[in-house]
């Protein structure tokens, strides 16, 4: 009998992502404060701040299944220090394939849409307006890319296509997408119709 393949953890995909702080005067290991930030923001915390109280009010389970030696969680300083530099972009591109790996079942659907997000301050202050691509059934983000300007939604949404692995899924969209050079790009990564058989791709 064969053995049973292994899953890469969280920890182990997170250790791909570059380092940007000097390899002097390092607290914790880069893959345990982001795995920290996913486990705090999967349970609701929607801040830096939030992630640092997660981390405090669970310090043993987190210090001991992150590997954290000195048994304290990263405060609310560092966790700023650290995403103000951190390359978003390889965060969100290893984190998304960790989640598609575990999560995307072939054939569920993937939809694309923009969307506003909004701090702790709510509507005080402007929202980053961002493209993002989720998973039908478990509702995964598997990748999202802010838009670089006012009005260019369409922009955002052929990046961030063009990081997904679209064979075997269908896709859905609303009608702006419904764009000819959109629907090309999603023919050309091998998406299914929406009738979920052929060759070619519609948005639905």
């Known amino acids: ?19 940007p702080r000097s390899r002097h005067g390092r607290r914790y290991a880069l893959a345990a404060v982001l795995a920290l930030a996913v486990c705090a923001m999967a349970c609701g915390a929607r801040s830096v701040y939030a992630m640092a109280q997660w981390g405090r009010e669970h310090r ?8 954290i030696t000195r048994q304290t969680a990263p405060d609310v300083a560092t ?9 978003v972009g390889a965060f969100e591109g290893v984190l998304g394939r960790w ?18 997000l909004r701090g ?17 059934q478990s509702g995964i983000t598997l990748t999202q890319e802010a838009m670089p300007g006012e009005g260019q939604e369409l922009a955002a949404a ?12 269908v896709v859905t969209a609303d009608a702006l997408y419904a764009q000819r050079g959109v629907c090309a790009q999603i023919r050309k990564k091998g ?7 052929g060759q070619s791709a519609d948005v639905v």
């Open 1 to 19: 009998m064969a053995a049973t393949e292994r899953r890469e953890s969280l920890l182990e995909a997170l250790a791909a992502v570059p380092d």
């Open 60 to 67: 043993e389970l987190v210090c001991t299944a992150l590997g």
């Open 120 to 136: 702790i301050h709510g509507e005080q202050l402007p929202g980053v307006r961002l493209v993002a691509a989720f998973t039908h």
């Open 99 to 116: 989640l598609s790996a575990r999560g995307l079942q072939r054939g569920e659907g993937i939809a694309v849409d923009g969307k506003t």
């Open 79 to 87: 966790l700023q220090r650290l995403f103000r530099r951190l390359d």
């Open 158 to 169: 052929q990046v961030v296509l063009e990081r997904l692995d679209l064979q075997g899924h």
């Open 191 to 197: 998406a299914l119709p929406a009738a979920g058989q």
